[in-house]
């Protein structure tokens, strides 16, 4: 159930999920959290522990694809934008009832296309853009580059993405290899910033791990090859990682929801593989995680949460992994002042279990105690901060 900018609400002697052994009274008011105070010990016996209740800040989802409707754009353009539109909408839906109440879409959807559907689908699902990618098709130069930008300046975006290097469709041997020549990358990366737009940059690793942190990119994604000094210094810098590591496992799986040709799972297994070492490295380093799952089909729009088991499988504890798809993520999008915690004054974005959520066994378990999604901003609010960024 989603529970949209709750006027008034009370919970006593809930549990704030990561914190053990104590009890709060939690009150909000017109979507924010106006009164956190833990409960006094003498109430602190339940009579009903099945009736328990646990709260944690809104799941965000910092490289998820709301626009897409196939795996295969090919597959896209054959349906009508009526039939388009009703399947973006479904995305929204079920983003949020799987706990994710903000995600950073990582190219293909417009604000104005967000805009329309929190409007007229009511859903209020709060969305940063990157409008277009940047990629292949774009490297011919500073002035094509310069023209491109300014079309995706024009959509209202806050983010530019940098297809850095190739992906799941690219040859092994060639998918690390740079999209951009250096002199290209670095243009793109002060153009942005010049223009007050952050940047992420898709890369599998190789030479534009490098370029980003030497441009001062805001967050670097996938990044399964990246090196152990890489790594440190992408710590030194301070720029987030976001590796996605679960949308690999699924692609890999030639039997599983994507269901795809055996060569681009072979890839994508190749990458699995790697992503592991990537992210201990990035560990020891102390690099600033990001959640982010690269989702863009309907077979897994509202399975997010399976980012968490992957990210733990690969080495994450359950707190690091909660801290990547709340408070790191909400820094990340320039929103940590009021976003990703449960704490006074903030936007009362948040999901409550009837269960512990760090003592799930899994995603699915997980999902299965959601008792409901809470969304502080109105649809209102969320369709005019949109057109703020569009001015």
């Known amino acids: 159930m989603i529970n949209k900018h709750p006027q008034a609400r009370i919970f006593n002697h809930i549990f704030i999920a990561g914190i053990d052994g104590k009890r709060f009274d939690i009150s909000i008011k017109n979507g924010r959290f106006s009164s956190i105070v833990e409960s006094e010990p003498y109430n602190d016996q339940p009579t009903h522990p099945s009736k328990d209740l646990w709260i944690s800040p809104g799941v965000i989802d910092l490289h998820t694809h709301l626009a897409w409707t196939d795996f295969d754009h090919a597959d896209q353009l054959k349906r009508d934008s009526g039939e388009i539109e009703v399947m973006q909408a479904q995305a929204f839906e079920e983003t949020l009832r799987t706990g994710v109440t903000t995600a950073r879409d990582a190219g293909g959807i417009l604000p104005s296309t967000v805009q329309h559907l929190v409007s007229h689908y009511q859903q209020p699902l709060r969305v940063q853009t990157s409008s277009d990618m940047l990629g292949a098709a774009d490297a011919r130069g500073l002035r094509h580059l310069e023209q491109r930008m300014t079309e995706i300046f024009d959509t209202g975006a806050g983010w530019i993405k940098i297809m850095a290097t190739g992906g799941l469709g690219s040859p092994t041997e060639k998918v690390l290899d740079p999209v951009f020549s250096e002199e290209e990358f670095s243009f ?101 995680f990001g959640f982010g799952t690269d989702y863009a ?90 057109a703020g960024n569009n001015s």
């Open 297 to 386: 089909t309907p077979a897994l729009h509202g399975y997010n949460l399976q980012e968490l088991d992957t990210l733990m499988d690969y080495g994450l504890t359950r707190a690091e992994a909660w801290q990547a798809a709340t408070e790191n993520a909400a820094d990340i999008l320039g929103s940590g002042n009021e976003l990703g915690h449960i704490a006074e004054g903030y936007i009362a974005d948040a999901i409550i279990f009837d269960a512990d959520p760090y003592q799930a066994q899994n995603a699915a378990a997980l999902q299965k105690s959601i008792v409901s999604v809470i969304t502080g901003m109105q649809e209102s609010d969320l369709i005019r901060a949109l």
């Open 188 to 288: 793109i990366v002060r153009n942005a910033h010049a223009h007050h737009k952050m940047v992420m940059v898709h890369t599998w690793g190789g030479v534009t791990v490098d370029w980003s942190i030497h441009a001062g990119v805001e967050s670097v994604e996938h990044g399964m090859f990246m090196t152990e000094d890489q790594a440190g210094r992408l710590a030194q810098s301070g720029i987030a990682f976001v590796p996605t590591t679960s949308i690999y496992r699924i692609a890999a799986d030639p039997k599983g929801v994507l269901a795809l040709n055996q060569v681009i799972c072979d890839r994508a297994a190749r990458a699995a593989e790697a992503h592991s070492k990537a992210i201990s490295y990035a560990k020891r380093a102390g690099v600033r």
